[in-house]
Every structure is written in structure tokens, then in C-alpha cells.
């Protein structure tokens, strides 16, 4: 089957047909007709080929070059700076739902519009076309996925974010079988998207693709990232395995030959990628991993990616030591809507003196400019990021890319909590902490577009991306643990807890809380039964803090962050009990659980 259009050469008709795909070449064929580009690239797993992309992004100024060898800079628009949860829907036919507050749209109209959206909206532009592999390559975690976007800027994110997939294609089993993402950036004025306000994200289920239209910002645009991370949700749930928004690495204790490796899910700017990278452990995934069992009944996880596209605010010498070397030393790395002055990059909490001007997402920025209320208009954007190779990493994990992925003993649930749950928190059993989980709450980040600080219930730090119904994904977590021969132990952790403003917690106490969790999962610490858990006994602690860290921890420490605050933590549970009445059909463990640590913080005094 030959695509029957003179803007692809013969070498690129030959690449297609390569692949022996006739649904490939079919949809390649739908896009070329539809956004009427003026050349079209497909691309192949070559470094020539790579290499073509990184170019392509500098020619067509979506990114600049840096002074030190190998960073560049990429901004995109004012209204650009996030996810926008607001144009994301989630397709589906007449007046249907999943969960109370998951976006949705009429499938016929919402892809009517983007249809229109995406008419002619690549005049004047180069169409690519690449192949990737979400999960290791050669592996039952592996989902192919093609991705169609006239922006290298999303391309080569891409490429240093997830495997090379053409090879996989190659040899797909069933050729029907893929994820597949049309992106486009639409009309750019100096290089960014220029009509935010027909930004679009339409989830398309039925068809396992995603059209995203008029936006840069990776969340929005790079396929592969969020937007598949919608597909495999709805794709695990239909099966008996996870699809989580969860970092995966390897703990290793001081003077211990042992790793035991943990997942854990965390909202967006809660300190998931500073967990993967806590010195003296090793990465292998900060974002999304597939969880399933293995042969011999445990659960093991892989890394869907293969890069970090991070949150840069706070990355400093003292508090991500490891992340911060690798932002300053010559490497493969795009910054995103940080400052920049004299061709270097500037943060918010870099712990360096400021230039007195630069060039920022909003245009040029000087100190001392300030907004309409007298406050100092901010260097840099809160949500700036930096994107890069997990393989450019010393503490990179050597499983990264084993087709097995690695034995998971402990699942840590994290959220952005100012007043309710103690620093670290082990489940009773699987049940408890699915509850443990799925009753998570969170204050809202600069990660989407909308008002940060807001208390928002966040069920496995998924809830963005949730496709089913919560009752259904729930359902889904307490059969997979159902099913395993040796369930991980389950904790919460939350590094934000405050008294007043001050939080209670340092930046690199969640080592301590690592080092606790790998402990008891070797039976090394007994710990003290809770109404809502397992806590970590002082003793344990003030060894861990001086062992680890060289701190001293005190009895007053102790006390303040690991009290149980029963009235918030009763008012929590009536919160969410509230919200599973509304959802339909969610299990009835979860109003058993709730109903039991209820009753067990009833018998304590708040
Ligand atoms: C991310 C996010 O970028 O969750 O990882 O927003
Ligand atoms: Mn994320």
C-alpha cells in the first residue's frame, strides 16, 4: 500500500512500507490530507535520524542554543505554562460520564471540531512522524505508539524521552494494536503557540489516539507522556495490571549489599522525581510506571519513559544535589520557561544571584519589575522545566530497561499535605492501603494551569488522568493485589506537614522516611500501631537522621510530626466518605476501611 501524495519522497514511502502496516500508512495518509503540510519527515530509529530532529528545533527557533555544550532552551506561550485540564476532555458518545469531576465531550461534535482545528493547520510546516515504545523494548510491558506533530521541539523531546520504536513496529504481533497522537502547535508568533484560546486535548478511546492542537507544553503535546498515560489507564483496567502515575527506584541502605525497589505516586510537584533521586539510591523512573504480575506471582515495574521532564523551581546544591550537577555539566538537555540571561538559564530557588535582566516566557524581565499590585513580578516560571536522558545519570539504575522491569516491595502514596497525615505511615494490609491511596488529597501546583494551594481530593496521585470510573480503578487495584503471591507493603508519606507557615520537614528528610520503609519491609524496625497505621518509633529516627544525614532529631521533632491530629484526620475521612457516596459502585472495602479507622481514631483522644 503506497500513500498517494507527492510530499512524501520515495525514501520516505519506502520507510512506511517497511513497516507492512496498511492502518500505519493509513493514518499517516488522513493527517497529510488533513493539516496539508509542506513536507513530510518519517522518521527512524537512527541516530541520523535523531539527530535530524535536534537540528530541526534550532532551525526552526522552538529552541535556542545554550552556552554550555549540548542545553538549549525552549519557551513556550504566556497561556501555555501547564496542563490545561479545562481543554482536556475525555471523548465519549451522548450525554455519558466516567467519574463526577472527569472532563468529558461529546465524541461526534468534540472530533467535528478538531477535525476543523486540524484542517490546513500545517501550511507552511514539516509534518514528522515517529515510532516509539512506551516500556522497555521486547517486553509484555511494551505498547508501540506513533506520533504525527509539526513540532521537532516535541519530537526531540520525545526522543530523549522514551525508546525508539520502529524496530518494535516492525514486528508488531497485531498490527492494529498501537497508540497513536496527532499533535499540532498551530500558528507560532516568535516561536510559540499563538491561539491558545482554540487550544485543544481530545482523548479519543474508542480509537486509542489523542489530538492536541495549539499548544507546546509537554503535558499537552508530547504524546507520548500524559496523553498515552490516559490510553494505558484505560487499557490496564480492561486487563489485571496497573497503569500509574509512580516513579520506580532502588533503595540501598548504607553498608547493605541489599536494593528493594518501591514505586510511588505523588501530584505533580510533590517531590516524586527529588524522591527518585535521593543520593545514594538509584532512578529508574520519576513519572509513569506499568505494574504487573510476574511469572512467579510478585509485582514488577518498569519505567515507561526513559528521560525526566522535571520541575526545575528549587533545584539546588543542597536540597537535589545530584539533579542540580546534572543541570550545570555539558549534556543533551532542553530547558523550559526558565530565565535567560548572557545564554545561561536561571530558576526560582537556584541559590545563585540573579542578572539583573534576561528573557523569560513572558518576553524580557528586569529585577524590580513588578505587577499591578506592587509584587515583584517572579525571574522565572513556578512550572519552568528541564528535560533529559536518565542515561546522562551516575545513579541511574542498570534495570532500566530490563524487558522484566524489577520486583516491587514497596507502593509509597504522597501528597501535598499542610496539616493532616504524618511524615511517613505503613498500611495495615493491601485493603487499608488501597484506601490509603485512593483517599489521598493534595493542595493544587503550578503542574496545571488554574489556582495552586487548593485542597483537592487526588485517589493514587491519578486522578488528572483518570479514564474509568473511579470505581473501576479502585476495583482494579484490590483485585491486582488480590491476585499476588507477595503484595509490596503499602505506605503514605507527606513531606509538606507545617506548623504555621514553617514546614516541619527538610528537604532531604524524605531519605529518612526511605531508609524506615526499606527497614521494615526486612523486618528491621518495629514500629507503633496507630489508628490509621504503622508510625516509626523515636529511637529508630534519631539513629536514621544522624546515620544518614548527620542531624540530630529530637523528642520535640518527633512529637510535632508524628502526633495523631484526629480531628483533621476524622474530618479527612468524612470528606472522602462523602465524595465515594457520589461516585457510583465504589467497592465496598473502602466504607469498611473508612468505617474501621474511624472507629479507631474515635478511641483516641483529638
Ligand atoms: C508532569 C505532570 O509533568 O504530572 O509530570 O504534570
Ligand atoms: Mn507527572
Known amino acids: 500500500m503506497k500513500i498517494s501524495s507527492k510530499l512524501l519522497s520515495n525514501k520516505n514511502q519506502a520507510i512506511l512500507q517497511s513497516l507492512n502496516n496498511p492502518k500505519v500508512i493509513k493514518i499517516v495518509e488522513t493527517y497529510i490530507n488533513l493539516c496539508k503540510p509542506d513536507k513530510v519527515t518519517v522518521l527512524t530509529d537512527t541516530p541520523r535520524d535523531i539527530n535530524y530532529v535536534r537540528k530541526l528545533a534550532l532551525k526552526n527557533k522552538e529552541e535556542t542554543p545554550l552556552k554550555t555544550p549540548g542545553h538549549t532552551i525552549h519557551f513556550d506561550g504566556f497561556f501555555d505554562q501547564g496542563r490545561d485540564k479545562e481543554k482536556t476532555k475525555v ?47 521486547n517486553s509484555p510491558f511494551s505498547i508501540p505508539a506513533m506520533q504525527i506533530t509539526d513540532s521537532a521541539y516535541v519530537a526531540h523531546s520525545e526522543n530523549m524521552l522514551y525508546r525508539q520504536g520502529f524496530g518494535e513496529f516492525k514486528k508488531l504481533k497485531d498490527p492494529d494494536k498501537f497508540f497513536y497522537f496527532v499533535h499540532s502547535a498551530g500558528e507560532l508568533e516568535n516561536g510559540v503557540s499563538k491561539n491558545s484560546d482554540k487550544k485543544r486535548i481530545y482523548i479519543d478511546l474508542e480509537e486509542n489516539r489523542v489530538f492536541s492542537v495549539n499548544t507546546q507544553y509537554a503535558g499537552n503535546s508530547v504524546g507520548l507522556k500524559k496523553l498515552a498515560l490516559r490510553l494505558a489507564i484505560k487499557k490496564s483496567n480492561e486487563s489485571d495490571w496497573l497503569c500509574e502515575h509512580m516513579l520506580v527506584l532502588g533503595a540501598k541502605p548504607q553498608g547493605k549489599k541489599r536494593v528493594t525497589y518501591f514505586t510511588g505516586a505523588f501530584p505533580s510537584a ?20 506499568y505494574l504487573k504480575r510476574g511469572k512467579d506471582g510478585r509485582c514488577y515495574a518498569a519505567n515507561v519513559e526513559q528521560g525526566i521532564f522535571g520541575i526545575i523551581e528549587n533545584v539546588n546544591p543542597k536540597d537535589d544535589p545530584l539533579i542540580y550537577k546534572s543541570l550545570t555539566t555539558p549534556k543533551e538537555l532542553i530547558f523550559s ?33 513588578c505587577d499591578g499590585k506592587d509584587n515583584p513580578i517572579p525571574h522565572a516560571h513556578k512550572n519552568a522545566r528541564y528535560t533529559m536522558r536518565l542515561s546522562e545519570l551516575t545513579n541511574v539504575n542498570p534495570h532500566l530497561h530490563d524487558p522484566s ?16 497525615t504524618p511524615p511517613v505511615v505503613e498500611s495495615f494490609d493491601w485493603s487499608h492501603g488501597v484506601l490509603m491511596g485512593a483517599a489521598l488529597e493534595s493542595e493544587t501546583t503550578a503542574a496545571t494551569i488554574g489556582e495552586t494551594g487548593v485542597r483537592k481530593h487526588n485517589p493514587m496521585a491519578n486522578f488528572d488522568f483518570l479514564v474509568v470510573p473511579l470505581s473501576t480503578y479502585i476495583n482494579n ?40 520503609m526499606e527497614g521494615r519491609i526486612h523486618g528491621e524496625y518495629r514500629a507503633i500501631k496507630t489508628p490509621i497505621g504503622y508510625i516509626p518509633k523515636y529511637e529508630d529516627l534519631k539513629k536514621l537522621f544522624w546515620d544518614n544525614l548527620k542531624q540530630a532529631y529530637t523528642k520535640e521533632d518527633y512529637r510535632k510530626q508524628f502526633h495523631v491530629r484526629t480531628g483533621h484526620l476524622l474530618a479527612k475521612l468524612e470528606r472522602i466518605e462523602a465524595i465515594f457516596k457520589i461516585e457510583p459502585d465504589i467497592p465496598k472495602a473502602m466504607f469498611v476501611e473508612i468505617k474501621k479507622q474511624r472507629k479507631r481514631l474515635k478511641t483516641i483522644p483529638s
Open 337 to 369: 520557561n526558565v530565565l535567560i540571561n548572557n545564554k545561561k538559564p536561571y530558576w526560582l530557588g537556584m541559590g545563585r544571584a540573579l542578572p539583573d535582566s534576561g528573557v523569560n516566557f513572558a518576553g524580557h524581565w528586569k529585577l524590580g519589575d
Open 405 to 420: 522491569g524489577v520486583p516491587i516491595s514497596g507502593i509509597i502514596y504522597g501528597g501535598r499535605d499542610s496539616d493532616t
Open 91 to 137: 471523548l465519549l458518545c451522548g450525554e455519558s460520564k466516567i467519574s463526577k469531576s472527569i472532563n468529558t465531550g461529546d465524541r461526534e461534535s468534540c472530533l467535528e471540531e478538531i477535525f476543523s482545528l486540524l484542517s490546513g493547520n500545517m501550511k507552511g510546516k514539516e509534518m514528522l512522524v515517529s515510532f516509539y515504545c512506551l516500556g522497555p523494548t
Open 270 to 289: 510533590c517531590g516524586k522525581t527529588s524522591t527518585a533521586m535521593i543520593p545514594g539510591q538509584s532512578i529508574i523512573g520519576d513519572d509513569i510506571a
Open 477 to 516: 487495584h484490590l483485585a491486582f493485589g488480590r491476585k499476588l503471591k507477595k503484595k509490596p507493603i503499602i505506605f503514605t508519606t507527606n513531606y509538606f506537614i507545617k506548623e504555621g507557615d514553617n514546614y516541619l520537614n527538610g528537604k532531604l528528610d524524605k531519605k529518612i522516611w526511605l531508609m524506615w
